[in-house]
């Protein structure tokens, strides 16, 4: 039997839905949540999820900045930038859009942000804090894969869960979430030796490679979920993920799609992380 899709489209919109109640109750305190987002440089795809972002906040009711500063932005002024909106109690997240041009400093840019502010979860002090099991924002990517995870009614305790793909931004904050919620935790990346052993293991499995058609159905586990992180291009320009699908959904228990899959969900997550900074920021807290 072919696989449940785990539909990541609708549960972003149910979401946001559920984020406009608890603006509205922001609201009633004359309140509103802000978010600034700083885009430097003219990549293209960069400046697409910039757009998908600022339109969601519409959407939902946040109110949002959006910073385009030229590709020779010096780091200098990028961090006085930083600063200034470190310091603006309107602005209750902050996110860099990355990659940044060359020569910026990501992770020196990234760290200038409060990490009270820091609504993207890439802070090293976010990163720590999900590390040590007390996330205050958790990565967007990892935690809306966790939001579609508890679609599935599978639980992670107790499961094998494997990751593939060790970046800052998904891989290792992935890991630490599936840990955090009691699953046994594989990490695979380029130097992984005899990676189809280790993925016919999992019962759940978290691709985000960026390589299209890493994940055949020979490495997959009959009923397993299945989450494509990937966002690659095909030579016909559109978006495919890490798995192949059509082949995997005939062995998986469930899995997700490409797009509208992961990619909503980690525009929701950047939202509610930043109602949440600003329902902290006035005295409401969860
Ligand atoms: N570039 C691609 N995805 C992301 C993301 O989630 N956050 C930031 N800041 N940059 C990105």
């Known amino acids: 039997m072919a696989a449940q899709i785990i539909d990541g489209k609708a549960l972003a919109a149910r979401v946001r839905a559920e984020l406009k109640a608890r603006i509205a109750v922001l609201a009633e305190r004359g309140q509103r949540p802000g978010l600034a987002v700083v885009l430097v440089g003219d990549d293209?795809?960069?400046a697409i999820y910039v757009r998908n972002k600022i339109a969601a906040c519409e959407e939902v009711g946040i109110r949002s900045w959006c910073d385009r500063l030229g590709a020779g932005t010096s780091q200098e002024t990028l961090l006085a930038r930083i600063a200034q909106l470190n310091a603006d109690v309107a602005v209750h997240g902050i996110l860099v859009q990355l990659p940044l041009p060359k020569p910026l400093d990501a992770q020196r840019v990234l760290e200038s942000?409060?990490?009270?502010?820091?609504?993207?979860?890439?802070?090293?002090?976010?990163?720590?804090?999900?590390?040590?099991?007390?996330?205050?924002?958790?990565?967007?990517?990892?935690y809306g894969v966790m939001k579609m995870l508890e679609t599935t009614g599978v639980p992670p305790r107790g499961a094998h869960a494997v990751v593939l793909g060790r970046s800052n931004m998904v891989g290792k904050?992935?890991?630490?979430?599936?840990?955090?919620?009691?699953?046994?935790?594989?990490?695979?990346?380029?130097?992984?030796?005899?990676?189809?052993?280790?993925?016919?293991?999992?019962?759940?499995?978290?691709?985000?490679?960026?390589?299209?058609?890493?994940?055949?159905?020979?490495?997959?586990?009959?009923?397993?979920?299945?989450?494509?992180?990937?966002t690659n291009k095909t030579p016909e320009g559109k978006l495919a993920g890490d798995v192949d699908f059509a082949?995997?959904?005939?062995?998986?228990?469930?899995?997700?799609?490409?797009?509208?899959?992961?990619?909503?969900?980690?525009?929701?997550?950047?939202?509610?992380?930043?109602?949440?900074?600003?329902?902290?920021?006035?005295?409401?807290?969860?």
């Open 44 to 46: 293209p795809a960069s």
């Open 113 to 142: 942000i409060s990490f009270a502010k820091d609504v993207d979860g890439l802070h090293a002090t976010n990163a720590g804090l999900t590390l040590m099991g007390r996330p205050h924002f958790r990565s967007c990517t990892p």
């Open 173 to 230: 904050p992935m890991a630490m979430l599936l840990l955090a919620a009691d699953a046994t935790v594989t990490i695979c990346h380029s130097g992984t030796r005899d990676l189809p052993s280790i993925t016919r293991q999992a019962d759940i499995l978290v691709a985000a490679v960026g390589r299209r058609n890493l994940v055949t159905a020979d490495m997959v586990k009959p009923g397993a979920v299945v989450i494509d992180v990937g």
């Open 247 to 286: 082949a995997v959904r005939e062995v998986a228990g469930w899995i997700s799609l490409v797009p509208g899959g992961v990619g909503p969900m980690t525009i929701a997550m950047l939202l509610t992380n930043t109602v949440e900074a600003a329902e902290r920021a006035a005295g409401l807290t969860h």
